[in-house]
């Protein structure tokens, strides 16, 4: 999993300084009413740092075959990212995923097989709930950095 670990990190080190270039009066955009805006996609990746940091700590310890719901839409609009300091939102997104990727650095391979549950029906091996974080990761960055 280090290899993951390696890009996550190179992932939000390129990512960082991309997103402190965008212009503030582009970050709280809605291209619709029920889409998110930039503050908003960022604030989401923070939610998913939040929840997989939990699964993955859980799953090493055999204890994350159930797990609450993410109701993504929700979390995002209780914590009205939009309302947020884009430089704040982009440092704690960096450090997030920098802990992140330390955490999976200490995760032993026999743990890998252990079951994690995504909220997507049958829980999943941890090492699969690590490449779709690294996976959901650069697909929302490239949402944000594309426009």
């Known amino acids: 999993m280090n290899a ?3 890009k996550i990190r190179k ?3 390129s990512a960082k300084p991309k997103l402190l270039m965008i212009a503030s009066d582009k970050v709280s ?24 940091h ?13 797990f609450p719901l993410y109701d993504q839409n929700k979390y995002v609009e209780v914590q009205r990212y ?17 802990h992140i990727a330390y955490v999976i650095e200490c995760l032993k391979e026999d743990v890998m097989d252990n079951l994690c549950s995504t909220g997507k029906g ?4 941890l090492s699969s709930v690590i490449e779709d974080y690294l996976w959901h990761l650069n697909h929302h960055l490239d949402k944000i950095l594309e426009q």
């Open 11 to 13: 992932a939000v080190q």
């Open 82 to 98: 939009n309302e947020s300091d884009w430089i704040s939102l982009v440092e704690l997104f960096y450090q997030y995923n920098m």
């Open 54 to 66: 939990q699964r993955f700590v859980r799953a090493a310890q055999n204890l994350a075959k159930e």
């Open 122 to 125: 049958v829980p999943a091996a």
């Open 29 to 52: 955009v809605k291209a619709a009413p029920a889409s998110w805006s930039k503050k908003e996609i960022l604030g989401h990746l923070i939610d998913s740092a939040s929840f997989n």
């Open 4 to 6: 993951v670990s390696d």
